[in-house]
């Protein structure tokens, strides 16, 4: 998983910084770095990375607005945030913006390159040639396809654009459709985690929401107090 991965590492303290390079590129990634929001939007563009360190705290554009212009800009390259800021309201802000972890200032070099790794294998695209949950590798649901080889998705033969999250998320709820899914068990599906906020969840069902229904009836229903289910 780390051979021949480039990890970009932003953050204004020079120490933190230097540590992270060092730990990285001693567990096999290649770096790239950069101090300030704007110099990490350059470097984004121009190193491609496959992940992103990104410190919230930075001294001309936070880590947040910087996450917010990659997105805007079609960049879904993996962004994990580091910061001393980690109350839940700052956590679900980042995540919902695009980020997908959220790590908090001190944290030990060993618990990171292990975060690393798990978002690399979650943001990953299947590999060509696995096993398809249907003969053709596609998803159907109603008039909603969704291809996992191609990540792609239509709705009554509309293509839907989604975030590598909003994707994953929806691939979940449709091969298990028609039951009824609690948002721990989200949470240890779609981001890995077995603790956290389920707020982070209700957010992005919103999303998906926002981008199916108006293409055709609701297909995300909410069981009050239990969870989520895709069906017709």
Not at 55 to 79: I, K, S, T, Y
Not at 145 to 150: N, R
Not at 164 to 178: I, V, W
Request: net charge negative; with cysteine; proline share 6%.
């Amino acid at each position: 998983m780390s051979e021949g991965r480039r990890v970009l590492v932003v953050d204004d303290e020079a120490n933190i910084r230097d540590l992270i390079e060092v730990a990285l590129r001693f567990h096999g990634f290649a770096t790239a770095t950069a101090d300030t929001g704007e110099k990490a939007l350059r470097a984004a563009a121009e190193e491609r990375p496959d992940l992103v360190l990104l410190d919230v705290m930075l001294p001309d554009v936070d880590g947040f607005e910087v996450c917010r212009r990659l997105r805007a800009d079609g960049n879904q390259v993996p962004v994990i945030f580091l910061t001393a800021r980690d109350t839940p309201s700052d956590t679900v802000t980042g995540l919902t913006l695009g980020g997908d972890d959220y790590v908090g200032k001190p944290f030990s070099i060993e618990s990171l390159i292990a975060r690393v790794r798990a978002v690399l294998r979650r943001t990953a695209p299947p590999a060509s040639g696995g096993a398809a949950p249907v003969p053709d590798g596609v998803l159907r649901v109603a008039d909603l396809e969704l291809d996992e080889a191609q990540w792609t998705v239509r709705r009554g033969g509309v293509d839907v654009d989604l975030s590598p999250t909003e994707f994953r998320l929806l691939a979940h709820l449709m091969r298990n459709a028609g039951m009824v899914l609690s948002r721990t068990q989200l949470l240890a599906a779609v981001w890995g985690w077995e603790h956290g906020n389920p707020q982070v969840v209700e957010t992005y069902i919103s999303y998906l929401r926002r981008k199916l229904d108006p293409l055709g009836t609701p297909l995300i229903h909410t069981r009050r107090g239990v969870g989520y289910a895709l069906r017709p």
